[in-house]
């Protein structure tokens, strides 16, 4: 049974999830924390991005930056700690889309989209990952993104992000319980 939510992401066809925020604006803003390195750096991963069909993007992840002083990175987490991942953009329409393709270790590669839409002083941002070949996947992407999309929430916001390890686990224990077995 599916049982993803708005909040959680909703799975829209087999091997891909979506996620929907509503954003302070403005969109131009929004976008620099998708496409800026030091700013996505603040959220997700660091890395240079060509907005051009064809270029590159890369990523590297330091989510025990992500974290409050005081937590602990579970064991699980720490070999992805400074993982790098690159990926080509195959379409780049500042400031309302992007979208690129995302290798994982098993040499499988998926596709990351950022639409964004202006709604009054808001932005409404929906990220669609695809292609998403098996259901572990499914699980690690969406804890992944759930968690990433909360930080990017409250740095926009103006606010301290939730403390990032414990919503992790949390998360990828409602996401294991979420995505559908078949």
């Known amino acids: 049974m599916n049982t993803m939510t708005a909040e959680h992401g909703i799975i829209t066809e087999a091997g891909a999830i979506r996620f929907e925020r509503l954003l302070p604006g403005p969109i131009e803003r929004v976008w ?3 496409t800026d390195s030091s700013k996505r750096a603040t959220w997700l991963a660091e890395g240079p ?3 051009r069909p064809g270029g590159t993007v890369q990523m590297t992840w330091r989510n025990s930056e992500l974290a409050g002083p005081d937590e602990v990175m579970p064991e699980k987490y720490a070999k992805n700690e ?3 991942m690159k990926g080509e953009v195959l379409e780049a329409d500042p400031p309302r889309r992007l979208v690129y393709t995302w290798p994982d270790a098993s040499g ?3 596709e990351v989209s950022f639409e964004l839409a202006e709604r009054g002083d808001k932005v ?3 990220l669609t990952h695809r292609k998403l070949g098996r ?3 499914m699980v690690g992407v969406g804890g992944g993104w759930h968690s990433h999309l909360a930080v990017l929430e409250a740095r926009l916001e103006g606010r301290d992000p939730p403390p990032f ?3 992790v686990e949390r998360l990828a224990r409602e996401y294991e319980a979420r995505v559908p077995t078949e």
């Open 32 to 34: 620099a924390y998708i």
């Open 49 to 51: 991005m060509e907005l």
């Open 82 to 84: 400074g993982h790098s």
């Open 108 to 110: 499988d590669e998926s």
């Open 124 to 126: 409404l941002l929906t």
């Open 135 to 137: 259901r572990g996947l």
């Open 165 to 167: 390890w414990p919503m």
